[in-house]
């Protein structure tokens, strides 16, 4: 929007009192190009409120004059070969999403996103990348969802995802990778909160299970429409992740390899499926015990060469390596080995193992460990219950009590009314009458006390006589009623007298 100076010059106001000095200082401004310039909106670009879109306008160059107060910024379906340091001019300190797809982005270079600080959803799928260099998203602190789906990368170099401590979402769908990036959950600086991660469609050929077993409980990983070798370290895998319903397994069965059909095929083991009863099963030891659990529908003797892993509270396991450190391990037999238990090793344990057989959710595989007493866990646990429980029904019984007193409190102050003397002076009655019994009405009339049943009573009023001398008929003896019964629960009996007719509404 440009100003002219004619449009300046109608604004000043000519008469007695001279012009208008705010006008003259524009037009003054004006005349020397001292005016400040406000960021427009490119010709090539579409802008409307807080979001820009440049998309399919074949710009091999990113428009020099963006306006930095874009909180949506898209750039998609152009000519984007190279993501320079100075790709933008100035920081874009709003800009939440930057969508990049389908260009030509082959080169990243570092420190390009500095002047996006708070960007949380990142596009750069279906570019021509190859490689994510070591702190390529530097800066990318705020970051939760990365697309990278439809590239070229072969190779993942350390640190390329320093930065990304916010990491939730990741794809990586539809690239040439053939390893598994376990930098992902291993780096110090990496991604942190990560609980998706899109591998599919990749060139995967062997995935590390072991790892996979503890990252099950993570979030969901998609490994499917992958060349993965079909063995008994990835049918296990299978097996386990069918068992616990997992997601992106059961969502995409049909294409991952090793089905029931090719599972036969695999010579894992000579016994199939065991006949023992698939019940959970419990074993205790005392601290510092030795316990040796065998694994649950295995029968033995195992087939030589067999990997069979143990998903354990803190870590998962397997027979053909141990670990000298830690008093966890598998033996050859496939039994889980505890020595000197100790307390954190109480918990559920899973046994992983091809055994040709999928078996349902309702089935366990599962073994709890217990260390220490079990019956004074037992007790323990029980008592805490009770408690518990007793609790929350003396909290309900107070909570309500008072309830009771507040809402007969504001019946009382708060009913509109006019109070007329009698001729002996005293107050006559104006409102309803109420009185809180924390314990059983019938008590009052016997003044027995009573530790339960808390009741409110709201007695009505009585009606107006019309002879003014007639005494009223109280509306509840006031022998049987009690100030200290009416406001503290009733720890004392209700046998005091009510001499006072202020305390009566």
Known sequence: MHITASQ???KINVGSCGCNPAAAAMLLFLC??????????????LCASDIISCSGRNL?????DLPSYATRLDLSHNALSTLRVDWISQPFDRLATLVLNKNSISQIEVAAFTM?????????????????????????KELKELLLIGNQIAHIKPGAFSDLNNLQRLYLSANRLTSFPLELYEE???????????LSRNRLSKVPVQRLLSLTNLGGIYLQENPLVCDCTLLALLEYWIWKQYRPLVDFRSEYPCGEAAGLEVNCTRQGKSHMPLEAQTYQAEPGEWLRVPCPGLTLPVQEGMVIFWVTPRMALNSSTSDLSDNLSVLPNGTLEIQGALMEDAGMYECVVARRHYYKPSESLEVRVIVGNV????????????NTEHFNTAF???????VSIILVLLYLYLTPCRCQEGRGGGARGCGGRAIILCSDPRDVESGQRRSNGKRVAFLEPQAEDSDISAPKTPAMNSENAST????KNGSRTVGQILADPAHMA
């Open 60 to 64: 091999s160059t990113i428009p020099f």
């Open 484 to 487: 200290e019964g009416i406001l």
């Open 396 to 402: 309900t019984t107070l909570a309500s009590c008072v």
């Open 188 to 198: 110090f600086k990496g991604p942190r909160n990560l609980t998706f991660l899109d």
């Open 32 to 45: 020397f190009g001292l005016l400040p310039t406000v960021a427009t909106c490119p010709t090539c670009c």
């Open 375 to 386: 019956s004074s866990s037992s007790t323990t646990g029980l008592a805490h219950r009770s």
């Open 116 to 140: 996006t600080p708070h960007l949380l959803h990142l596009d750069l799928s279906s570019n021509q990348l190859t490689v994510l260099n070591s702190s390529i998203f530097s800066g990318l």
């Open 8 to 10: 300046l010059l109608g």
